[in-house]
């Protein structure tokens, strides 16, 4: 089965439907990893968009963002991004606040972890920043094949496993093609990051996300333009800061 993996969508309802049109044609199934609000100017749309797939089959997880929007900003926040979760917050309807706070930290499927930041723990919302990181989240996991959000640039580890040991090895990590399909041989662990759907940070405005086939062991990172302008200039029209509209040109 192809499953779409989408993270990060942050309400940016033109990234999201550019992701959702480009995968379509392939996925059979999808997964969200979390901060499906946050930063954009469509969050009803969006969440409501992910709680027909789930309704379908799709599965979810839940994000900082997500958690932030359905119980109120923490006090440690800085001004921006409390101004955003409040604003977010106070545009939504009760049910899709009861579907944020509902999302579980995690979710397996086979030999697969779903989950938005990281499986050591995934509660405290820790960056896997690097390959300490990587290795720390691959042996927690306890899965083949690992996939989280939370990172908005799209990178892929692994980590050799001895079978006559248990032990693993060192982590190695790359940055994908687009477009370019990557064997996950089973003799390793692997942790994917597709990106970030509604904000990436890589330099490259498009839209992020990936596809992996349970049946092959193949993954696809993908890239898609979107329309960063109309999603842009919906933030400054909701009144939103600046800077969150101006790095959808840059990607950064």
Same mark, same amino acid.
Request: proline share 6%; charged share 20%.
């Given at each position: 089965? %192809? ?21 379509? %044609? ?18 009803? &749309?969006?969440?409501?968009? !992910?709680?027909? /797939? !789930? ?15 359905? /119980? ?10 409390? =101004? ?25 499927? +086979? ?8 499986? &050591?723990?995934?509660?405290? &919302? +820790? ?8 290795? =720390? ?6 899965? %083949?094949?690992?996939?989280?959000? /939370? ?6 580890? /692994? ?28 003799? =390793?662990? &692997? ?5 970030? !759907? ?32 109309? @999603? ?12 969150? @509209? ?7």
């Amino acid at each position: 089965m %192809r499953i779409a993996i989408l993270t990060d969508i942050h309400a940016n309802r033109e990234a999201f439907e550019a992701c959702l049109a480009h995968a379509g %044609r392939m996925a059979e199934r999808y997964a969200f990893l979390g901060d499906l609000v946050g930063y954009g100017a469509d969050p009803e &749309w969006v969440v409501d968009t !992910v709680m027909r /797939h !789930v309704d379908r089959g799709a599965l979810a997880v839940l994000g900082n963002h997500d958690t932030a929007v359905a /119980h109120g900003p923490r006090q440690q926040m800085q001004p921006k991004a409390r =101004r955003v979760i409040e604003w977010t917050r106070a545009s939504m309807r009760a049910d899709q606040l009861a579907f944020l706070a509902a999302l579980p930290l995690t979710q397996e499927e +086979g030999d697969c972890l779903f989950v938005h930041a990281n499986a &050591w723990a995934p509660d405290q &919302w +820790g960056y896997v920043e690097g390959a300490l990181e990587a290795g =720390r989240s691959l042996r927690a996991a306890g899965r %083949r094949y690992t996939f989280c959000g /939370h990172m908005h640039d799209p990178i892929l580890y /692994h980590m050799a496993t001895h079978v006559r040991t248990t032990q693993m090895g060192v982590v190695g990590e790359f940055v994908p093609v687009p477009g370019s399909p990557i064997p996950l041989m089973p003799q =390793r662990r &692997w942790l994917a990051i597709p990106g970030s !759907v509604g904000q990436p940070r890589d330099g490259n405005p498009a839209a992020c996300y990936a596809l992996f086939d349970d049946e092959t062991r193949e993954l696809v990172y993908h890239r898609v333009p979107y329309d960063h302008e109309s @999603a842009a200039a919906k933030i400054r029209a909701a009144g939103l800061p600046d800077e969150l @509209a101006a790095r959808l040109a840059s990607g950064t």
